[in-house]
């Protein structure tokens, strides 16, 4: 019967001693290790909290950033296509410039070459002018160094004067 | 790899328990005669009922081991309320148990044994051997005692008012403050890494602490009210559980069979219930009262309802009580029965005793295992039931 038979003392240390250590326990280790616990669950769902948001808050500026690389896309392939134009606007219209200058400048050297030829044959006329002048000269004189050719020469201009007069 | 070890740390361990075992009931027929006291019959062969028993109740002395004549325990003081003030003496007075203390007029001790047979004893107290206060203290015939050499229990004189140090309340003591210095260090570290994840003996009890709060308390009592009651459930399942624990160790300080002593279990119990009752409210009482949904003729004029509803409230504690002192002591019983298997076989033959012994500690050590096991699932039954308690008693009505 021993083994069902409570003891006194036992009841009475038992009661003392646990209810000491329960209200120790409870007023003082307790409240501090749920507290703890609680805090730090509270901690960690705030944190997952506000790491779901930053997830779709990067979610949201991904997909603002394609958005807006799709417009710097299109943009710069807008820009590349009126650069192209103008390009190719300018190389034709350079070209025909370019063409225009060039008939200019061989229009104004075509021009030039005349006028420096013309230039060029007139002073030529007037050099082989000259030139005939001084020769004329001296076979002129060469001719009347002789008194009958002077005379001569005379006669046929006096001939050739009266028959104008005549 | 890592097992291997261990397990051979166990083997030597029990090897170690068993053979020291077998050297105190051996030697147990010689210390009798020596402490010159005749107690009749301590057992001539080794009874493994009286040993077992031995090892699962309470004792006025912690023993610890006996090795031939050589006896170690721990004397513990006895306390005990003697017409209108206390005596305190040593157990070690009673030499384990085997002679009385006896007190002259003035309450003081009478030193038996050292002096021879004393001449004016007025009363005298003695761990009692059979009879209905088997192990416990009780008055003695001083008159037998100091003629012919007999313990006879004064069964007139009633029974003294025992507060005695006991080996189970040394136990109490030291698994409260193991519980006390755990507690507080795991709260200091709360404290202490605020926010942080959990680290060491912290992080080890953490599940529990949860487990309770969350899986016990939370669902059995409801989102509402739960919280009130943690501490208390939080304290019931580390105090059973860490003291089934200890009682699994076979040596000193644990081999206290605390969980398994029906006081222990008792006091626990009146706790639950004391709570359970207190936090009663209206919706509580008026189904044990007043119990709806049954026919009037069941409670008017014979109140068979109220009486069976206040039977339930009683058998509640009860069955709290026996479960776990139920559990825990046939626990303790089996594991020692295979250890006592042994001693029975080598009795018989000494070679049939070492053969028996690889048979026995195997199993021995299964049992052990399952102990383990047992002893968290009663701390968890213990702490469910006293939740769902409360539970019923903080129900709203719906």
């Known amino acids: ?36 616990i609680k805090e730090r669950e509270e901690e960690i769902n705030n944190s997952l909290e506000s790491a ?17 690389l799709k417009q710097a896309r299109e943009e710069r392939d807008a820009l590349m296509r009126e650069a192209r134009e103008l390009k190719d606007d300018m190389i034709v219209k350079a070209k025909s410039q370019a063409d225009q200058q060039a008939k200019q400048i061989i229009e ?38 002789k008194e009958n050719k ?14 104008q007069l005549n | ?75 513990l003081p006895i306390i005990v309320y003697h017409k209108g003030s206390f005596i305190t003496f040593l157990s070690s007075k009673l030499h384990h148990g085997h002679s009385p203390a006896l007190f002259d007029e003035n309450k003081d001790l009478i030193h038996a044994v050292e002096q021879g047979a004393p001449e004016h004893p007025v009363f005298g107290l003695a761990v009692m051997h059979e009879g209905a206060h088997k192990g416990k203290l009780a008055y003695i015939k001083v008159a037998d005692y100091v003629n012919h050499h007999v313990i006879v229990e ?11 140090i006991t080996k189970n309340v040394v136990s109490l003591w030291i698994s409260l403050i193991l519980i006390l210095v755990i507690f507080f260090s795991v709260a200091k570290s709360y404290k202490k890494r605020k926010g942080m994840a959990p680290k060491g003996l912290q992080s080890a009890l953490e599940p529990f602490i949860v487990f309770i709060r969350d899986d016990i308390a939370k669902e059995s009592i409801g ?49 639950t219930f004391i709570i359970t009752t207190v936090s009663g409210n209206k919706n509580y009482w008026t189904h044990i009262v007043n119990t709806p949904g049954v026919p009037w ?60 012994s690889i048979v026995s500690i195997a199993f021995s050590i299964f049992l052990t295992f399952l102990e383990f096991l047992v002893a968290l699932i009663q701390a968890y039954v213990f702490t469910l039931l006293s939740a769902l308690y409360f539970g019923a008693a903080t129900e709203e009505h719906h």
Do not use: C
């Open chain 2, 1 to 75: 790899m890592i097992i291997r070890p261990v397990q051979s740390v166990l083997v030597a361990l029990l090897l170690f328990i068993t053979s020291s075992l077998f050297a105190q009931h051996a030697s147990e027929n010689e210390a009798v005669e020596h402490d010159g006291v005749s107690i009749e019959s301590h057992d001539e062969a080794f009874n493994a009922g009286n040993m077992i028993l031995e090892h699962i109740v309470d004792a006025y002395e912690w023993h610890i081991l006996t090795y031939g004549d050589f006896h170690l325990s721990i004397p």
């Open chain 1, 150 to 163: 002077q005379k001569e020469l005379m006669d046929k201009l006096i001939g050739e004067a009266g028959q």
């Open chain 2, 297 to 356: 003729w069941l409670k008017i004029p014979m109140p068979l309802m109220p009486i069976v509803e206040l039977m339930g409230l009683i058998t509640k504690p009860f069955v709290l009580m026996v479960r776990l002192f139920a559990n825990i002591t046939a626990g303790h019983i089996i594991v020692l029965g295979f250890i006592s298997l042994i001693f029975i076989f080598g009795n018989m033959h000494p070679v049939a005793g070492y053969g028996v």
């Open chain 1, 108 to 145: 104004s050297a075509k021009a030039a070459i005349e006028q420096e030829k013309t230039a060029a044959l007139s002073d030529l006329k007037n050099q082989v002018a000259g030139l005939s002048i001084e020769i004329a000269e001296k076979l002129l004189k060469a001719e009347l160094s």
């Open chain 1, 52 to 68: 779901r948001q930053a997830r779709e808050e990067i979610k949201n500026l991904q997909s603002n950033n394609e958005q807006l």
């Open chain 1, 1 to 36: 019967m021993e083994l069902v038979n409570p003891g006194l003392g036992l009841i009475f240390w038992m009661t003392l001693s646990f209810g000491i250590v329960l209200f120790i326990l409870s007023k003082y280790a307790w409240p501090l290790i749920l507290g703890g």
């Open chain 2, 154 to 164: 004064d069964i007139e004189a009633g029974m003294p008012t025992d507060l005695s």
């Open chain 2, 223 to 271: 989102e509402k009210k739960y919280e009130k009651y943690v501490p208390y459930l939080l304290t019931i399942f580390f105090f059973i559980f860490f003291n089934n624990l200890l009682g699994l160790i076979p040596f000193f300080p644990g081999g206290a069979n605390l969980t398994g002593n029906i006081a222990i279990t008792m006091v626990l119990a009146l706790f």
